[in-house]
């Protein structure tokens, strides 16, 4: 238990010595927010789609920001620790334990990444349930962390994963959140990360209810995320010298 403690701790110290970390959470969420509102309710009504609403842009705006700041978080996490984790595997540290307290600490920041983003949707939205609304919106970033360490784990190069995780993060918000330049969204969008964390929220904000089969539906994205993010990070441990328990 002692490891896990000690190896979250080191991780928050490492994530608070990059002044960048600070400005992804606590900065970039109010830009993020406000600037895809406007974006999305300045677009004019089409002949097939309806406008949306300043209200909804925002609201779309909130579950873009904590997805692309917590895939970025992830993907910087994981690439940054990656020399290290291998040589403490080598020394004979235990390998499920570095991933677990990367994962507990990514959690953490995900959950202080959604704080700020529903702090600032508070500002001009009130929720009809306001906990689930931070909730379901702490989900989504979740589902995002986790892919930006798997991303990460795959590809650990900064510059050509964090493409991959903000170009993924744009249409993903673009197609789920039904932009009004989207007009026959196919049906396979409902499968992206965003689409049911989206529903959720759009449900607790304005209804302060929530659909079982979406929330059940982003739990499973969730353990499979995580299923890969454990296969990769043992089969990388492996070939640096060796996979401990």
Excluded: C
Excluded at 182 to 211: I, M, N, R, S, W
Excluded at 220 to 243: A, C, D, E, I, N
């Amino acid at each position: 238990m002692r490891r896990y403690v000690e190896g979250v701790e080191l991780n928050v110290r490492t994530f608070l010595r990059t002044p960048l970390n600070a400005v992804l959470a606590l900065v970039l969420p109010i830009v993020v927010i406000e600037g895809w509102g406007q974006a999305m309710a300045g677009l004019p009504a089409m002949p097939t789609v309806e406008a949306v609403p300043l209200t909804m842009g925002r609201l779309l705006g909130g579950v873009f920001g904590v997805a692309i700041i917590a895939g970025l978080l992830g993907l910087a996490q994981m690439i940054s620790a990656r020399k290290a984790d291998r040589r403490l595997v080598q020394t004979g540290y235990p390998s499920w334990t570095l991933l677990a307290t990367r994962l507990v600490t990514l959690g953490g920041v995900t959950v202080v990444v959604a704080t700020v983003n529903y702090g600032v949707l508070r500002l001009t939205i009130t929720p009809e349930a306001p906990v689930l609304a931070f909730v379901f919106l702490a989900l989504a970033g979740v589902v995002y962390a986790f892919i930006g360490a798997l991303v990460g784990a795959v590809l650990p190069r900064l510059f050509e994963g964090s493409l991959i995780v903000v170009f993924l993060a744009m249409m993903d918000a673009f197609l789920s959140g039904d932009s009004p330049l989207a007009a026959d969204v196919p049906e396979f969008v409902q499968y992206f990360p965003l689409y049911h964390p989206k529903e959720l929220l759009q449900a607790a904000v304005f209804d302060g209810t929530f659909a079982t089969a979406d929330l059940v539906f982003v739990g499973g994205y969730v353990l499979v995320l995580l299923v890969l993010v454990t296969v990769v990070f043992g089969v990388t441990m492996r070939t640096s010298g060796g996979w401990s328990t």
